[in-house]
Protein backbone atom coordinates (compact mmCIF):
# COMPACT_ATOMS: atom_id res chain seq x y z
CA UNK A 1 0.00 0.00 0.00
CA UNK A 2 1.69 3.42 -0.92
CA UNK A 3 0.06 5.18 2.07
CA UNK A 4 2.19 4.75 4.93
CA UNK A 5 1.74 6.02 8.47
CA UNK A 6 4.99 7.89 9.94
CA UNK A 7 5.31 5.57 12.92
CA UNK A 8 6.12 2.82 10.05
CA UNK A 9 8.07 5.07 7.74
CA UNK A 10 10.40 5.82 10.84
CA UNK A 11 10.47 2.19 12.50
CA UNK A 12 11.32 1.29 9.03
CA UNK A 13 14.64 4.00 9.09
CA UNK A 14 15.63 2.70 12.29
CA UNK A 15 15.15 -0.64 11.11
CA UNK A 16 17.51 0.63 8.10
CA UNK A 17 20.16 1.89 10.22
CA UNK A 18 20.68 -0.79 12.87
CA UNK A 19 21.58 -3.12 9.96
CA UNK A 20 23.86 -0.75 8.39
CA UNK A 21 25.37 -0.23 12.24
CA UNK A 22 25.09 -4.12 12.45
CA UNK A 23 27.15 -4.49 9.02
CA UNK A 24 30.34 -2.32 10.50
CA UNK A 25 29.78 1.84 9.74
CA UNK A 26 28.07 4.53 9.44
CA UNK A 27 28.25 4.13 5.49
CA UNK A 28 30.60 2.51 2.61
CA UNK A 29 32.54 5.16 0.88
CA UNK A 30 31.57 3.46 -2.33
CA UNK A 31 27.61 3.32 -1.58
CA UNK A 32 25.50 6.24 -2.57
CA UNK A 33 23.37 7.84 0.73
CA UNK A 34 19.69 6.99 -0.84
CA UNK A 35 16.58 8.45 0.68
CA UNK A 36 12.97 8.25 -0.63
CA UNK A 37 9.28 9.04 -0.28
CA UNK A 38 5.64 9.21 -1.54
CA UNK A 39 4.56 12.75 -1.28
CA UNK A 40 0.67 13.13 0.04
CA UNK A 41 -1.89 15.91 1.24
CA UNK A 42 -1.24 14.03 4.60
CA UNK A 43 2.37 15.35 5.36
CA UNK A 44 1.49 19.07 4.22
CA UNK A 45 1.54 21.48 7.22
CA UNK A 46 -1.76 21.96 7.57
CA UNK A 47 -3.06 18.85 6.08
CA UNK A 48 -5.25 19.14 2.91
CA UNK A 49 -7.77 17.33 1.09
CA UNK A 50 -5.90 16.77 -1.87
CA UNK A 51 -5.74 12.61 -3.15
CA UNK A 52 -2.94 13.06 -5.68
CA UNK A 53 0.12 11.51 -4.91
CA UNK A 54 4.02 11.87 -5.93
CA UNK A 55 7.19 10.30 -5.70
CA UNK A 56 10.56 11.48 -5.07
CA UNK A 57 14.09 10.15 -4.54
CA UNK A 58 17.44 12.03 -3.20
CA UNK A 59 20.97 10.29 -3.88
CA UNK A 60 24.29 11.11 -2.54
CA UNK A 61 27.75 10.18 -3.46
CA UNK A 62 29.95 10.61 -0.67
CA UNK A 63 33.34 11.60 -2.79
CA UNK A 64 31.68 15.14 -3.69
CA UNK A 65 28.67 15.47 -1.24
CA UNK A 66 26.35 16.64 -3.87
CA UNK A 67 22.64 15.44 -3.85
CA UNK A 68 20.87 14.74 -6.46
CA UNK A 69 16.60 14.88 -6.46
CA UNK A 70 13.87 14.02 -8.53
CA UNK A 71 10.25 14.25 -8.25
CA UNK A 72 7.89 11.84 -10.07
CA UNK A 73 4.45 14.12 -10.55
CA UNK A 74 1.36 12.71 -12.41
CA UNK A 75 -1.69 13.69 -10.42
CA UNK A 76 -1.16 17.48 -10.85
CA UNK A 77 0.70 19.78 -12.38
CA UNK A 78 3.30 21.36 -10.47
CA UNK A 79 4.06 25.26 -10.35
CA UNK A 80 7.25 24.43 -7.68
CA UNK A 81 9.04 21.57 -6.53
CA UNK A 82 11.26 22.07 -3.35
CA UNK A 83 13.57 20.45 -1.26
CA UNK A 84 13.43 21.44 2.47
CA UNK A 85 15.52 20.87 5.65
CA UNK A 86 13.36 20.26 8.41
CA UNK A 87 12.15 17.31 10.81
CA UNK A 88 8.49 15.67 10.45
CA UNK A 89 5.79 18.12 11.36
CA UNK A 90 7.77 20.90 10.69
CA UNK A 91 8.51 23.61 7.84
CA UNK A 92 11.77 24.30 6.99
CA UNK A 93 14.10 26.76 4.82
CA UNK A 94 14.25 25.71 0.82
CA UNK A 95 17.52 24.04 0.96
CA UNK A 96 16.74 23.38 -3.62
CA UNK A 97 14.47 24.04 -5.78
CA UNK A 98 13.99 21.49 -8.56
CA UNK A 99 13.72 22.11 -12.85
CA UNK A 100 11.24 20.08 -15.00
CA UNK A 101 12.65 18.10 -17.30
CA UNK A 102 11.39 19.44 -20.49
CA UNK A 103 7.20 18.40 -20.59
CA UNK A 104 7.92 15.62 -18.68
CA UNK A 105 6.32 14.50 -15.00
CA UNK A 106 9.70 14.39 -13.60
CA UNK A 107 11.52 17.23 -12.15
CA UNK A 108 15.38 17.16 -10.65
CA UNK A 109 17.63 19.05 -8.91
CA UNK A 110 21.61 18.93 -7.59
CA UNK A 111 22.75 20.67 -4.66
CA UNK A 112 25.97 20.31 -2.04
CA UNK A 113 25.25 19.70 1.19
CA UNK A 114 27.49 20.22 4.58
CA UNK A 115 28.18 17.63 6.63
CA UNK A 116 25.28 18.91 8.96
CA UNK A 117 22.41 18.34 6.47
CA UNK A 118 24.14 15.37 5.70
CA UNK A 119 23.65 14.01 8.90
CA UNK A 120 19.92 15.29 9.33
CA UNK A 121 19.21 13.69 5.77
CA UNK A 122 20.16 10.32 6.93
CA UNK A 123 17.67 10.96 9.48
CA UNK A 124 14.68 11.65 7.65
CA UNK A 125 14.97 15.49 8.43
CA UNK A 126 14.17 16.46 4.63
CA UNK A 127 11.33 16.68 2.94
CA UNK A 128 10.04 17.40 -0.71
CA UNK A 129 7.33 19.27 -1.42
CA UNK A 130 4.83 20.43 -4.73
CA UNK A 131 3.42 23.27 -5.09
CA UNK A 132 -0.04 23.56 -7.40
CA UNK A 133 -2.33 26.32 -8.95
CA UNK A 134 -4.81 24.46 -6.21
CA UNK A 135 -2.47 24.33 -3.38
CA UNK A 136 -0.08 27.33 -3.30
CA UNK A 137 1.82 26.70 -0.32
CA UNK A 138 1.80 23.28 -1.14
CA UNK A 139 -0.29 20.32 -2.55
CA UNK A 140 2.22 17.52 -1.43
CA UNK A 141 4.61 16.67 0.96
CA UNK A 142 6.82 13.60 1.58
CA UNK A 143 9.29 13.26 4.64
CA UNK A 144 12.48 11.08 3.18
CA UNK A 145 12.55 7.95 5.51
CA UNK A 146 12.39 5.50 2.74
CA UNK A 147 15.10 3.36 1.56
CA UNK A 148 13.99 3.24 -2.28
CA UNK A 149 12.08 4.68 -4.60
CA UNK A 150 8.71 2.60 -6.09
CA UNK A 151 9.56 0.89 -9.33
CA UNK A 152 6.99 3.25 -11.45
CA UNK A 153 9.77 6.40 -10.03
CA UNK A 154 12.36 4.36 -11.14
CA UNK A 155 10.69 3.78 -14.82
CA UNK A 156 10.03 7.12 -15.62
CA UNK A 157 14.11 8.29 -14.39
CA UNK A 158 15.12 5.03 -16.98
CA UNK A 159 12.94 6.75 -20.12
CA UNK A 160 14.41 10.13 -19.30
CA UNK A 161 18.19 9.12 -18.26
CA UNK A 162 19.38 10.19 -22.27
CA UNK A 163 17.72 13.49 -21.71
CA UNK A 164 19.46 14.49 -18.31
CA UNK A 165 22.80 13.94 -16.98
CA UNK A 166 21.65 14.24 -13.07
CA UNK A 167 18.88 11.50 -13.68
CA UNK A 168 21.32 9.12 -15.76
CA UNK A 169 23.61 9.30 -12.85
CA UNK A 170 21.04 9.38 -10.07
CA UNK A 171 20.20 5.98 -11.47
CA UNK A 172 23.41 4.90 -11.37
CA UNK A 173 23.99 5.83 -7.52
CA UNK A 174 20.51 3.50 -7.14
CA UNK A 175 21.64 0.81 -8.75
CA UNK A 176 25.00 1.08 -7.12
CA UNK A 177 22.49 0.79 -3.95
CA UNK A 178 21.18 -1.97 -5.04
CA UNK A 179 24.04 -4.05 -5.70
CA UNK A 180 25.11 -3.29 -2.48
CA UNK A 181 22.06 -4.17 -0.56
CA UNK A 182 22.17 -7.62 -2.36
CA UNK A 183 25.83 -8.25 -1.68
CA UNK A 184 25.42 -7.08 2.22
CA UNK A 185 22.11 -8.57 3.19
CA UNK A 186 21.70 -12.12 0.59
CA UNK A 187 18.80 -13.63 1.99
CA UNK A 188 17.43 -10.40 4.10
CA UNK A 189 15.33 -9.52 0.87
CA UNK A 190 15.63 -8.47 -2.82
CA UNK A 191 16.83 -4.90 -2.12
CA UNK A 192 15.78 -2.78 1.11
CA UNK A 193 12.32 -1.33 -0.23
CA UNK A 194 11.03 -5.16 -0.92
CA UNK A 195 12.48 -5.98 2.61
CA UNK A 196 10.69 -3.26 4.38
CA UNK A 197 7.54 -3.35 1.66
CA UNK A 198 7.68 0.05 0.73
Known sequence: ?????????????????????ACGGGHDD????????????????????????????VTL???????????????????AVHLHHAPPDSIGLTVLELQRVGTSAVWQGSAPLTDEQIRALRFGNFYLDVHTLAYPSGELRGQLFDAFPPQEHVS???????????????LRQLEDYEDWWHDDHSGVGIGLGLAFGF
Do not use: H
Open 1 to 21: MIMRSLFQRLLALLCAALLVS
Open 30 to 57: EVPLVRSTILSGEEIIPRNISTALASGT
Open 61 to 79: AWDDNVLLASVFVSDVIPT
Open 156 to 170: ALQQLASQSPLLSEQ
